[in-house]
């Protein structure tokens, strides 16, 4: 498998990142949960994430992933596609699929719509890249 290409720095012009959108319900809730380090590996993704994210009041489009959203994704890395549903970290359940919001697939799939890819690098240094297939929201 060829390797993924190099993460320009956060911010770069050539920062391949997405857009994302969150409602001011979630961005409260996750900032309150960064302003608490702790070693969840994807609490530093999460912060960067939620500095850049464009907050929006009221009811945020059905086809964003936010806390509560059930994910259908891709990883590109190791060519599989998942079924998650996005939560606090007190909820995840690996044999429920529910997946926390600090880890690092949480953090990267936050805000996303179907179609956008989104990259990050690993604390070893290893690039992982994903796709969001569909997003669910109840209500």
Not at 14 to 41: F, G, K, M, N, Q
Not at 88 to 107: F, M, N, Q, W, Y
Request: glycine letters at 8%.
């Amino acid at each position: 498998m060829p390797a993924s290409p190099p993460v320009p720095p956060l911010g770069s012009k050539r920062d391949p990142r997405p857009p994302i959108t969150v409602c001011a319900e979630d961005y409260d809730a996750l900032a309150a949960l960064v302003a608490h380090p702790s070693a969840a590996p994807g609490q530093a993704l999460l912060a960067v994430e939620l500095e850049r994210a464009a907050v929006v009041e009221g009811a945020l489009a059905a086809n964003r992933v936010r806390l509560g959203s059930q994910v259908d994704y891709h990883d590109l890395d190791r060519d599989r596609t998942r079924t998650i549903r996005l939560c606090l970290p007190h909820e995840a359940s690996i044999d429920e699929h529910r997946v926390s919001v600090t880890a690092p697939v949480g953090a990267a799939l936050l805000g996303l719509k179907p179609g956008q890819r989104f990259s990050w690098a690993e604390a070893g240094g290893r690039v992982r890249s994903i796709k969001v297939l569909a997003v669910r929201n109840e209500g």
